[in-house]
């Protein structure tokens, strides 16, 4: 049993299993770092209890910032965001990671041969192959609505939206597919009410204004492994310096118990698979298969 900021006494189960067959969960993302901040600890704690996770990180990050040249050693960032992803994937527990080496588009587009960019219908023979191959129960990737925010996101979604239709109808194929965000509003708002209790100045106040209460079906209580994910985030250090007060104002000890859970929106379910409406929110991935 795991105990919140707010008190609430968080069951923290193990996800369902049936029979001896290994649970697999795919994460489909578009830039190394993602992996942790939309639905990281989630990954982690999948991982933790023993459900194989499955990775897949769509571009190279090589159009993002750089905190520190230095840092660089005169490497390319694509090449340095890999290694940064794969020390982040292993402290998450990742049993494999599956890069696709696209071009990162840049949040406008500015990368003309960028993932967004290049015709859709190889990615999505893609990521349908790599389905096959792994057969996860379930697909992760980003909700549409958080998506819009950049293009190679959206691209992201698009591509595990088109790649999860076509193989519902196989053999072992994926039943549910789960749409994840960053931060959820109530999750910022935890944090900054943990910097108001606190008597810190709030590096949150501006991302509550334009946070939208989002809707959710799902929500995973994900204990200690807010910390894990927040460690695997500490392996992007090109991308998001380690005394950037949103990510670290709130030491590690406080960290997990201010806001233990993560939320999904379950998009879409292979065809004659059928949910029972749900009497509350769904408190796992499994939840009905
Ligand atoms: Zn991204």
Known sequence: MFRSGYGDEV?????????????????VHAHPDDETTK??????????????????????GGAGGVTDHALLGGRSLAEVRSDELAAAAAIMGFDVVHELGYADSGSESEVPQGFASQPIAPMVDQLTDLIEVERPDVV??????????HPDHLRCHEISAAAFAQTTTDAGGPRKL????????????????????????????????????????????IGEHAVTARNALREHQTQIAHDHRWFYTIPDADFAHVYPWEE????AVAPGFTLPMPADVESDLFTSL
């Not at 459900?51 to 190279?60: M, S």
């Not at 965000?181 to 501006?206: I, K, N």
């Not at 999904?264 to 998009?267: I, K, N």
Request: net charge negative.
């Open 178 to 221: 789960y749409g994840s965000r960053f931060f959820s509003r109530r999750r910022v708002q935890a944090m900054h009410d943990w910097t108001v209790v606190h008597g810190l100045e709030s590096p949150y106040e501006r991302a509550l204004e334009k946070l939208p209460d989002e809707r959710f079906t799902t929500r995973i209580a």
């Open 140 to 149: 992760v990737t980003y909700d549409p609505e958080y998506a819009a925010n």
């Open 39 to 60: 639905g990281g600890g989630t990954a982690a704690w999948l991982a933790a209890t023993g459900v194989r996770t499955v990775l897949v990180v769509c571009t190279d």
């Open 264 to 267: 999904f929106e379950l998009l």
């Open 11 to 27: 069951s923290q189960t193990s996800p369902e299993q049936t029979g001896t067959e290994q649970r697999c969960v795919m994460f």
